[in-house]
C-alpha cells in the first residue's frame, strides 16, 4: 500500500494511492485510519513530504563501496547523524545551494518511517515500529563536510532532505533495487541488500541511543556514485517498489 501526503485547494489530507487516483485517508496514519469513497486524481493534487518528522535519523557509510570510494574502512558499527526537521522537502520542490558552500551532493537513499515510539527495540521486533519505506535524497555540502569534525552543517541546511513521494508499507526493505538519475543520466545504482547494516538492526541500534517518535525517519545510507549538483539540474532517487522521488536545484 501506497500512503501519500497531499494538500487538494487549501486543504491538507493523507491518502492511499492507486493508479494515479487517492482514496482520502480518515484518522491517523500512525494509530487507527480508515480508507473513505473521496478520492482525487494524481494530476491534480499537490504533493508533500511523506510524513513531518522530529528528526531524520541518518546512517553514513553503510554501503560497502561508497566507504571504499570515500577512502574508508568498512564501520564496525553503524555511523549516525541527525538532519533537522528543517531540511525536509516534498517531491517536486527546490534544492537550494547555500551560498557558503561550493560542493553540493545528491545521495539516494532509501529511508524507513517510524509508526511508534520506539526505544531499545529489540531486533526481533523492529518490523512492529516501521510504517513503510520511502525515498531521501541525503544532500550533503561535500566541501563543509570535509571541512567539519562532524556533518551537521554539512548535512543540515533547509531542503537538503526531500522526501518522497510516498511511503509504502509491504515491501522487502533490504532487497532493493536504488538509483539516482541527474539530468536523466543514471549516476548511481545498487541494492539494499548490500547494506552492511540491515534496516532491523539499524532500528533497534538507534533506538537504544535515542527515543524514536511517530513519523521520524531513518536514512539508510547512500551507494557509491554521489557527486556534484548544479543550480538548473533535475535529481531523481528511485527506489524500486517505492517510486521516484524528483527534485530540481537553484
Given amino acids: 500500500m501506497k500512503i501519500i501526503h497531499f494538500q487538494k485547494d487549501e486543504n491538507k489530507y493523507y491518502g492511499i494511492l492507486k493508479n494515479n487516483n487517492i482514496s482520502v485517508i480518515e484518522g491517523d496514519i500512525f494509530s487507527d485510519y480508515k480508507e473513505t469513497h473521496i478520492t482525487y486524481k494524481l494530476s491534480d493534487i499537490k ?9 531524520v535519523v541518518a546512517v553514513g557509510l553503510n554501503y560497502k563501496n561508497h566507504a571504499q570510494e570515500f577512502g574508508e574502512n568498512v564501520p564496525d558499527e553503524p555511523k549516525i547523524f541527525i538532519k533537522p526537521s528543517t531540511a525536509v522537502i516534498a517531491h517536486k520542490e ?27 527495540v529489540d531486533i526481533k521486533y523492529a518490523r512492529d515500529y516501521v510504517l513503510g519505506y520511502t525515498c531521501l535524497n541525503d544532500v550533503t555540502a561535500r566541501d563543509l563536510q570535509q571541512k567539519d ?10 531542503t537538503f532532505a526531500p522526501m518522497g513521494p510516498v511511503i509504502e508499507t509491504e515491501i522487502d526493505p533490504d532487497n532493493l533495487p536504488i538509483s539516482c538519475f541527474l539530468n536523466g543520466k543514471k549516476v548511481q545504482s545498487s541494492n539494499t541488500d548490500k547494506f552492511i547494516f540491515k534496516t532491523d538492526f539499524l532500528i533497534s541500534y538507534i533506538s537504544s541511543v535515542m527515543t524514536l517518535l511517530p513519523g521520524d525517519v531513518i536514512t539508510t545510507g547512500t551507494p557509491e556514485g554521489i557527486g556534484r549538483m548544479v543550480a538548473g539540474d533535475e535529481v531523481k532517487v528511485v527506489v524500486e517498489g517505492i517510486g521516484e522521488l524528483v527534485n530540481y536545484v537553484k
Avoid: H
Fill in 94 to 120: 527546490y534544492i537550494e545551494i547555500p551560498k557558503q558552500s561550493a560542493r553540493v551532493d545528491y545521495e539516494a537513499e532509501m529511508a524507513i518511517v517510524i509508526k511508534k515510539k520506539a526505544k531499545n
Fill in 149 to 158: 569534525v562532524q556533518w551537521t552543517r554539512a548535512k543540515g541546511f533547509d
Fill in 47 to 55: 504533493v508533500l513530504p511523506p510524513c513531518m518528522p522530529s528528526k
